[in-house]
Protein backbone atom coordinates (compact mmCIF):
# COMPACT_ATOMS: atom_id res chain seq x y z
CA UNK A 1 0.00 0.00 0.00
CA UNK A 2 1.20 3.79 -0.79
CA UNK A 3 2.71 5.49 2.24
CA UNK A 4 2.00 8.72 0.58
CA UNK A 5 0.28 11.43 3.00
CA UNK A 6 -3.80 11.28 2.26
CA UNK A 7 -4.72 14.42 0.53
CA UNK A 8 -7.51 14.74 3.65
CA UNK A 9 -5.85 12.96 6.32
CA UNK A 10 -7.63 13.73 9.31
CA UNK A 11 -4.78 13.78 11.73
CA UNK A 12 -3.17 16.68 9.63
CA UNK A 13 -7.06 18.28 9.07
CA UNK A 14 -8.02 17.67 12.47
CA UNK A 15 -5.26 20.12 13.94
CA UNK A 16 -4.83 22.30 11.11
CA UNK A 17 -8.76 23.28 11.70
CA UNK A 18 -8.08 22.83 15.30
CA UNK A 19 -10.36 19.96 15.87
CA UNK A 20 -8.54 18.16 18.28
CA UNK A 21 -4.54 17.48 19.78
CA UNK A 22 -2.58 15.44 21.99
CA UNK A 23 -0.02 16.40 24.40
CA UNK A 24 2.85 13.33 25.97
CA UNK A 25 1.58 14.09 29.33
CA UNK A 26 -1.67 13.27 28.42
CA UNK A 27 -0.31 10.29 26.71
CA UNK A 28 -0.34 8.54 23.19
CA UNK A 29 -3.97 7.63 22.10
CA UNK A 30 -5.19 9.80 24.12
CA UNK A 31 -6.75 12.79 22.26
CA UNK A 32 -8.04 15.56 23.57
CA UNK A 33 -10.99 18.01 21.87
CA UNK A 34 -10.56 21.33 21.34
CA UNK A 35 -13.83 23.82 21.04
CA UNK A 36 -14.66 23.46 17.62
CA UNK A 37 -14.12 19.58 17.85
CA UNK A 38 -16.19 19.47 21.07
CA UNK A 39 -18.80 21.55 18.81
CA UNK A 40 -19.12 18.73 16.27
CA UNK A 41 -18.65 15.59 18.63
CA UNK A 42 -21.74 17.50 20.71
CA UNK A 43 -23.75 17.76 17.76
CA UNK A 44 -23.21 14.09 16.39
CA UNK A 45 -24.33 12.77 20.38
CA UNK A 46 -27.38 14.91 20.33
CA UNK A 47 -28.38 13.46 16.91
CA UNK A 48 -27.82 9.82 17.89
CA UNK A 49 -29.88 10.40 21.28
CA UNK A 50 -32.60 11.74 19.55
CA UNK A 51 -32.33 9.57 16.99
CA UNK A 52 -32.94 6.75 19.59
CA UNK A 53 -34.80 8.14 21.84
CA UNK A 54 -37.41 8.52 19.29
CA UNK A 55 -36.88 4.69 17.75
CA UNK A 56 -37.63 3.68 21.32
CA UNK A 57 -34.73 3.12 23.15
CA UNK A 58 -33.95 4.15 26.48
CA UNK A 59 -30.94 5.97 27.86
CA UNK A 60 -28.90 4.75 30.40
CA UNK A 61 -25.36 6.04 32.65
CA UNK A 62 -22.78 2.51 33.74
CA UNK A 63 -19.77 2.96 34.83
CA UNK A 64 -15.89 2.45 32.86
CA UNK A 65 -15.07 0.39 35.63
CA UNK A 66 -15.96 -2.84 36.70
CA UNK A 67 -14.82 -5.95 39.19
CA UNK A 68 -12.61 -8.37 37.15
CA UNK A 69 -15.13 -10.79 38.14
CA UNK A 70 -17.83 -9.71 36.21
CA UNK A 71 -15.44 -9.53 32.42
CA UNK A 72 -14.76 -13.26 33.97
CA UNK A 73 -18.33 -13.85 33.88
CA UNK A 74 -18.80 -12.13 30.81
CA UNK A 75 -16.14 -13.88 28.63
CA UNK A 76 -14.11 -10.92 28.04
CA UNK A 77 -11.31 -12.28 30.35
CA UNK A 78 -10.79 -15.50 28.85
CA UNK A 79 -11.06 -14.16 25.26
CA UNK A 80 -9.82 -10.42 25.10
CA UNK A 81 -7.66 -10.11 28.06
CA UNK A 82 -4.96 -8.71 25.74
CA UNK A 83 -6.47 -5.95 24.39
CA UNK A 84 -7.22 -4.39 28.43
CA UNK A 85 -5.75 -2.89 30.41
CA UNK A 86 -4.19 -4.32 33.73
CA UNK A 87 -6.16 -4.85 36.81
CA UNK A 88 -6.47 -2.12 39.53
CA UNK A 89 -5.86 -3.35 43.45
CA UNK A 90 -8.16 -1.05 45.53
CA UNK A 91 -8.79 -2.57 49.21
CA UNK A 92 -9.70 -6.37 48.48
CA UNK A 93 -10.92 -6.37 44.89
CA UNK A 94 -9.43 -6.00 41.57
CA UNK A 95 -11.46 -3.31 39.53
CA UNK A 96 -11.04 -3.33 35.57
CA UNK A 97 -11.34 -0.11 32.98
CA UNK A 98 -14.01 -1.42 30.98
CA UNK A 99 -13.29 -3.27 27.60
CA UNK A 100 -16.75 -3.30 26.44
CA UNK A 101 -20.61 -1.79 27.54
CA UNK A 102 -22.69 -4.89 27.11
CA UNK A 103 -21.73 -6.68 30.87
CA UNK A 104 -22.98 -3.26 32.34
CA UNK A 105 -26.06 -3.73 30.48
CA UNK A 106 -26.89 -7.05 31.00
CA UNK A 107 -26.76 -6.41 34.60
CA UNK A 108 -29.03 -3.13 34.32
CA UNK A 109 -31.43 -5.90 32.48
CA UNK A 110 -31.06 -8.40 35.06
CA UNK A 111 -31.87 -5.57 38.17
CA UNK A 112 -34.99 -6.61 38.39
CA UNK A 113 -37.48 -9.04 36.80
CA UNK A 114 -38.76 -8.66 33.07
CA UNK A 115 -41.95 -9.48 31.38
CA UNK A 116 -42.61 -10.01 27.72
CA UNK A 117 -44.57 -7.35 27.53
CA UNK A 118 -41.33 -5.13 27.52
CA UNK A 119 -40.03 -6.89 24.93
CA UNK A 120 -38.02 -5.50 22.82
CA UNK A 121 -36.20 -3.56 25.18
CA UNK A 122 -33.91 -1.13 24.03
CA UNK A 123 -31.25 -0.07 25.84
CA UNK A 124 -28.41 2.98 24.62
CA UNK A 125 -25.64 4.82 26.06
CA UNK A 126 -23.11 6.99 24.94
CA UNK A 127 -20.34 5.32 26.78
CA UNK A 128 -16.80 5.27 27.86
CA UNK A 129 -14.60 2.31 27.56
CA UNK A 130 -11.04 1.44 26.85
CA UNK A 131 -8.75 -0.45 24.95
CA UNK A 132 -4.74 -1.74 25.69
CA UNK A 133 -3.44 -0.29 22.23
CA UNK A 134 -0.36 -1.12 20.76
CA UNK A 135 1.55 2.03 21.09
CA UNK A 136 2.57 1.14 16.79
CA UNK A 137 -0.73 1.40 16.02
CA UNK A 138 -2.60 4.52 17.39
CA UNK A 139 -3.12 7.32 15.09
CA UNK A 140 -5.00 10.72 15.53
CA UNK A 141 -8.86 9.85 16.04
CA UNK A 142 -9.34 6.20 14.24
CA UNK A 143 -7.09 3.99 16.35
CA UNK A 144 -7.21 4.93 20.34
CA UNK A 145 -7.21 3.90 23.61
CA UNK A 146 -9.76 6.06 25.23
CA UNK A 147 -13.39 5.55 23.52
CA UNK A 148 -17.06 6.56 23.49
CA UNK A 149 -18.81 4.09 22.05
CA UNK A 150 -22.38 4.58 20.28
CA UNK A 151 -23.69 1.66 22.01
CA UNK A 152 -27.00 -0.26 22.36
CA UNK A 153 -28.36 -3.70 23.50
CA UNK A 154 -32.20 -4.29 22.75
CA UNK A 155 -33.30 -7.61 24.82
CA UNK A 156 -35.56 -9.33 23.08
CA UNK A 157 -37.57 -13.00 22.29
CA UNK A 158 -36.11 -15.26 19.81
CA UNK A 159 -38.97 -14.07 17.30
CA UNK A 160 -38.12 -10.52 17.48
CA UNK A 161 -34.82 -10.84 16.29
CA UNK A 162 -34.63 -10.11 12.62
CA UNK A 163 -37.21 -7.71 12.95
CA UNK A 164 -34.71 -5.56 15.15
CA UNK A 165 -31.71 -6.74 13.21
CA UNK A 166 -33.95 -4.51 10.16
CA UNK A 167 -34.37 -1.87 12.32
CA UNK A 168 -31.07 -1.26 13.17
CA UNK A 169 -29.92 -1.30 9.80
CA UNK A 170 -32.29 1.30 8.77
CA UNK A 171 -31.30 3.70 11.84
CA UNK A 172 -27.59 3.20 10.20
CA UNK A 173 -28.67 4.20 6.65
CA UNK A 174 -30.94 7.26 8.10
CA UNK A 175 -27.68 8.15 10.03
CA UNK A 176 -24.90 7.16 7.03
CA UNK A 177 -27.42 9.95 4.73
CA UNK A 178 -27.55 12.81 7.58
CA UNK A 179 -24.08 12.20 8.05
CA UNK A 180 -23.22 12.33 4.05
CA UNK A 181 -21.25 8.43 4.31
CA UNK A 182 -21.20 6.04 1.65
CA UNK A 183 -20.80 2.70 2.88
CA UNK A 184 -18.23 0.89 0.69
CA UNK A 185 -20.33 -2.57 1.84
CA UNK A 186 -21.80 -4.68 4.42
CA UNK A 187 -19.71 -7.42 5.71
CA UNK A 188 -21.69 -10.62 7.67
CA UNK A 189 -18.33 -10.69 9.98
CA UNK A 190 -17.96 -14.62 11.15
CA UNK A 191 -15.29 -16.83 12.70
CA UNK A 192 -12.04 -17.86 11.40
CA UNK A 193 -9.51 -20.79 12.56
CA UNK A 194 -7.56 -20.30 15.49
CA UNK A 195 -8.92 -17.58 16.85
CA UNK A 196 -10.52 -16.92 20.65
CA UNK A 197 -14.23 -17.51 20.17
CA UNK A 198 -17.02 -18.80 22.53
CA UNK A 199 -17.08 -22.99 21.55
CA UNK A 200 -20.70 -23.30 20.97
CA UNK A 201 -21.40 -24.31 17.15
CA UNK A 202 -25.06 -24.54 17.45
CA UNK A 203 -25.00 -20.63 18.93
CA UNK A 204 -23.17 -19.78 16.04
CA UNK A 205 -25.13 -21.28 13.73
CA UNK A 206 -28.37 -19.72 14.83
CA UNK A 207 -27.31 -16.43 15.23
CA UNK A 208 -25.49 -16.22 11.71
CA UNK A 209 -28.54 -18.06 10.36
CA UNK A 210 -30.84 -14.95 11.88
CA UNK A 211 -28.21 -12.03 10.82
CA UNK A 212 -28.30 -13.71 6.94
CA UNK A 213 -32.34 -13.38 6.80
CA UNK A 214 -31.89 -10.07 8.46
CA UNK A 215 -29.82 -8.69 5.56
CA UNK A 216 -31.44 -10.80 2.89
CA UNK A 217 -34.67 -9.28 4.15
CA UNK A 218 -33.72 -6.00 3.83
CA UNK A 219 -32.19 -6.45 0.52
CA UNK A 220 -28.84 -5.62 0.83
CA UNK A 221 -25.81 -7.24 -0.97
CA UNK A 222 -23.20 -8.56 1.50
CA UNK A 223 -19.88 -10.53 1.75
CA UNK A 224 -19.15 -12.83 4.02
CA UNK A 225 -15.58 -12.59 5.76
CA UNK A 226 -13.99 -15.29 7.96
CA UNK A 227 -12.19 -14.19 11.11
CA UNK A 228 -14.04 -10.79 11.86
CA UNK A 229 -16.37 -12.16 14.10
CA UNK A 230 -16.64 -10.74 17.85
CA UNK A 231 -15.77 -13.44 20.14
CA UNK A 232 -18.92 -14.45 20.89
CA UNK A 233 -20.91 -14.07 17.75
CA UNK A 234 -21.24 -13.07 13.98
CA UNK A 235 -21.99 -9.38 13.39
CA UNK A 236 -23.07 -7.59 10.47
CA UNK A 237 -20.20 -4.63 9.90
CA UNK A 238 -21.09 -1.62 7.67
CA UNK A 239 -17.71 -1.10 5.89
CA UNK A 240 -16.35 2.25 4.98
CA UNK A 241 -13.16 3.43 3.17
CA UNK A 242 -10.60 6.03 3.81
CA UNK A 243 -8.80 8.60 1.70
CA UNK A 244 -6.06 6.13 1.27
CA UNK A 245 -8.54 3.28 0.18
CA UNK A 246 -8.34 1.46 3.91
CA UNK A 247 -11.12 -0.08 4.97
CA UNK A 248 -12.59 0.14 8.13
CA UNK A 249 -16.11 -0.83 10.17
CA UNK A 250 -18.15 2.24 11.06
CA UNK A 251 -21.47 0.91 11.84
CA UNK A 252 -22.36 -3.09 13.39
CA UNK A 253 -25.06 -5.19 14.32
CA UNK A 254 -24.80 -8.82 16.33
CA UNK A 255 -27.27 -11.32 17.56
CA UNK A 256 -25.93 -12.87 20.58
CA UNK A 257 -27.52 -15.74 22.87
CA UNK A 258 -23.83 -15.86 24.75
CA UNK A 259 -23.83 -13.24 27.29
CA UNK A 260 -27.90 -13.65 27.92
CA UNK A 261 -26.59 -17.01 29.38
CA UNK A 262 -23.77 -16.06 30.96
CA UNK A 263 -25.48 -13.38 33.18
CA UNK A 264 -28.96 -15.85 33.27
CA UNK A 265 -31.11 -13.31 32.12
CA UNK A 266 -35.01 -13.96 31.91
CA UNK A 267 -38.24 -12.66 31.40
CA UNK A 268 -41.41 -14.25 32.28
CA UNK A 269 -43.58 -15.12 29.04
CA UNK A 270 -47.10 -14.95 28.40
CA UNK A 271 -47.32 -18.57 29.38
CA UNK A 272 -46.06 -17.89 33.02
CA UNK A 273 -42.59 -19.60 32.31
CA UNK A 274 -39.14 -18.08 32.20
CA UNK A 275 -37.55 -17.60 29.07
CA UNK A 276 -34.07 -16.54 27.98
CA UNK A 277 -33.92 -13.12 25.92
CA UNK A 278 -31.61 -12.49 22.90
CA UNK A 279 -29.55 -9.39 23.05
CA UNK A 280 -28.93 -7.55 19.77
CA UNK A 281 -25.98 -6.05 19.81
CA UNK A 282 -26.12 -2.13 17.72
CA UNK A 283 -24.00 0.39 17.34
CA UNK A 284 -24.65 2.97 14.66
CA UNK A 285 -21.61 5.39 14.10
CA UNK A 286 -19.11 3.03 16.48
CA UNK A 287 -17.16 5.14 18.15
CA UNK A 288 -17.30 8.98 17.66
CA UNK A 289 -13.89 9.08 17.23
CA UNK A 290 -13.39 6.86 14.58
CA UNK A 291 -16.45 8.72 13.51
CA UNK A 292 -15.72 11.84 13.32
CA UNK A 293 -12.05 10.93 12.09
CA UNK A 294 -13.70 9.50 8.66
CA UNK A 295 -16.47 12.60 8.89
CA UNK A 296 -12.93 15.01 8.65
CA UNK A 297 -11.37 12.66 5.39
CA UNK A 298 -14.74 12.96 3.79
CA UNK A 299 -16.14 16.13 3.95
CA UNK A 300 -12.64 17.82 4.01
CA UNK A 301 -13.30 19.81 7.43
CA UNK A 302 -16.41 21.24 5.03
CA UNK A 303 -19.13 19.49 7.01
CA UNK A 304 -22.98 19.57 6.38
CA UNK A 305 -24.14 22.75 8.32
CA UNK A 306 -25.89 20.77 10.99
CA UNK A 307 -22.69 19.19 12.62
CA UNK A 308 -20.26 22.11 11.35
CA UNK A 309 -18.46 24.14 14.48
CA UNK A 310 -19.79 27.21 12.88
CA UNK A 311 -22.65 27.47 11.06
CA UNK A 312 -23.19 31.11 10.25
CA UNK A 313 -19.93 33.50 10.00
CA UNK A 314 -21.57 37.20 10.16
CA UNK A 315 -19.38 39.61 8.69
CA UNK A 316 -19.90 43.24 9.16
CA UNK A 317 -18.33 45.40 6.16
CA UNK A 318 -17.12 48.18 8.38
CA UNK A 319 -17.20 49.25 12.29
CA UNK A 320 -20.55 51.22 11.86
CA UNK A 321 -22.50 47.50 11.24
CA UNK A 322 -20.78 45.77 13.87
CA UNK A 323 -23.71 46.34 16.24
CA UNK A 324 -26.20 44.96 13.45
CA UNK A 325 -23.47 42.41 13.45
CA UNK A 326 -23.39 40.81 16.85
CA UNK A 327 -27.35 41.21 17.47
CA UNK A 328 -27.74 38.75 14.32
CA UNK A 329 -25.59 36.82 15.98
CA UNK A 330 -27.60 36.92 19.22
CA UNK A 331 -30.53 36.00 17.00
CA UNK A 332 -28.88 33.12 15.34
CA UNK A 333 -27.71 31.43 18.86
CA UNK A 334 -31.30 31.99 20.54
CA UNK A 335 -31.96 29.68 17.68
CA UNK A 336 -29.20 27.30 18.93
CA UNK A 337 -27.38 27.39 15.80
CA UNK A 338 -23.60 28.57 16.31
CA UNK A 339 -22.74 31.76 15.03
CA UNK A 340 -19.56 33.82 15.05
CA UNK A 341 -19.26 37.69 14.37
CA UNK A 342 -15.97 38.32 11.61
CA UNK A 343 -15.13 42.09 12.68
CA UNK A 344 -13.41 44.01 10.55
CA UNK A 345 -10.71 44.22 13.10
CA UNK A 346 -9.19 40.52 11.39
CA UNK A 347 -8.43 42.40 8.44
CA UNK A 348 -10.24 43.05 4.54
CA UNK A 349 -13.61 41.42 3.61
CA UNK A 350 -12.12 39.14 1.28
CA UNK A 351 -9.32 38.11 3.64
CA UNK A 352 -12.48 37.55 6.28
CA UNK A 353 -14.46 35.46 3.69
CA UNK A 354 -11.24 32.92 2.43
CA UNK A 355 -10.61 32.52 6.75
CA UNK A 356 -14.78 31.53 6.83
CA UNK A 357 -14.18 29.50 3.56
CA UNK A 358 -15.44 26.34 5.85
CA UNK A 359 -18.33 27.86 7.27
CA UNK A 360 -21.75 27.19 5.30
CA UNK A 361 -23.24 30.59 5.96
CA UNK A 362 -21.55 33.23 5.63
CA UNK A 363 -23.56 36.24 6.17
CA UNK A 364 -22.59 40.08 4.95
CA UNK A 365 -23.71 43.03 6.66
CA UNK A 366 -23.09 46.48 4.65
CA UNK A 367 -24.76 49.97 5.27
CA UNK A 368 -27.62 49.41 3.07
CA UNK A 369 -28.52 45.61 4.56
CA UNK A 370 -27.84 47.08 8.04
CA UNK A 371 -30.60 50.09 7.30
CA UNK A 372 -33.10 47.66 6.19
CA UNK A 373 -32.63 44.65 8.24
CA UNK A 374 -31.44 42.36 5.21
CA UNK A 375 -28.06 40.04 4.90
CA UNK A 376 -26.00 39.04 1.71
CA UNK A 377 -25.68 35.41 1.82
CA UNK A 378 -22.51 33.73 0.60
CA UNK A 379 -22.91 30.04 0.47
CA UNK A 380 -20.17 27.93 1.51
CA UNK A 381 -20.20 26.28 -2.38
CA UNK A 382 -19.33 29.33 -3.80
CA UNK A 383 -23.20 30.66 -4.59
CA UNK A 384 -24.27 33.95 -3.76
CA UNK A 385 -27.94 35.21 -2.79
CA UNK A 386 -29.27 38.50 -3.24
CA UNK A 387 -29.99 40.37 0.19
CA UNK A 388 -32.44 38.54 2.06
CA UNK A 389 -34.38 39.34 5.51
CA UNK A 390 -32.16 38.48 8.24
CA UNK A 391 -35.27 36.32 10.15
CA UNK A 392 -35.92 34.78 6.66
CA UNK A 393 -32.19 33.32 6.47
CA UNK A 394 -31.92 32.41 10.45
CA UNK A 395 -35.52 30.12 9.79
CA UNK A 396 -34.26 28.76 6.58
CA UNK A 397 -30.63 27.79 8.09
CA UNK A 398 -32.72 26.21 11.24
CA UNK A 399 -34.97 24.17 8.94
CA UNK A 400 -31.83 22.83 7.03
CA UNK A 401 -30.12 22.24 10.48
CA UNK A 402 -33.67 20.75 11.78
CA UNK A 403 -33.96 18.26 9.05
CA UNK A 404 -30.12 17.03 9.11
CA UNK A 405 -30.20 18.19 5.77
CA UNK A 406 -26.65 17.79 3.97
CA UNK A 407 -28.02 20.55 1.63
CA UNK A 408 -26.39 23.84 1.87
CA UNK A 409 -30.02 26.06 0.57
CA UNK A 410 -31.68 23.92 -2.05
CA UNK A 411 -34.02 21.74 -2.75
CA UNK A 412 -36.27 23.26 0.31
CA UNK A 413 -35.34 21.39 3.75
CA UNK A 414 -38.15 18.46 4.57
CA UNK A 415 -38.33 17.13 7.76
CA UNK A 416 -38.75 13.36 7.46
CA UNK A 417 -41.21 11.28 9.34
CA UNK A 418 -39.70 10.64 12.90
CA UNK A 419 -36.66 12.80 12.18
CA UNK A 420 -35.38 14.16 15.14
CA UNK A 421 -35.28 17.51 16.00
Excluded at 92 to 118: T, W
Excluded at 138 to 159: K, M
Excluded at 296 to 318: D, K, N, R, S, Y
Aim: glycine letters at 8%; hydrophobic letters at 40%.
Amino acid sequence: MSTTPAVNDHRRLGRELGLFDTDPLIGAGLPYWLPDGAAVRHALAEYLHAVERRAGYLHVASPVLGKRELYEISGHWAHYRDDMFPPMDVGDEQLVLRPSLCPHHALIYRSRSRSYRELPLRMAELGGMYRSERSGVLGGLSRVRAIQLNDAHVFCALEQVAGEVREALELIRRAHRALGVAPARYRLSLPGPGGKYVDDPELWRRSTALLREALDEAGLPYEEDEGEAAFYGPKIDVQVVDDLGRETSLSTVQVDFHLPERFDLRYVGADGARHRPVMVHRSIVGSVERAVAHLIEVHAGAFPAWFAPVQLAILPVTEAERSAAEELARRGLGRDLRAVVADPERGTLGARVREARLVPYQLVIGPAEAAEGLVAVRLRDGRRLPPLPAEEVLERVSALVAAHSTALWEPAPVVEENAPA
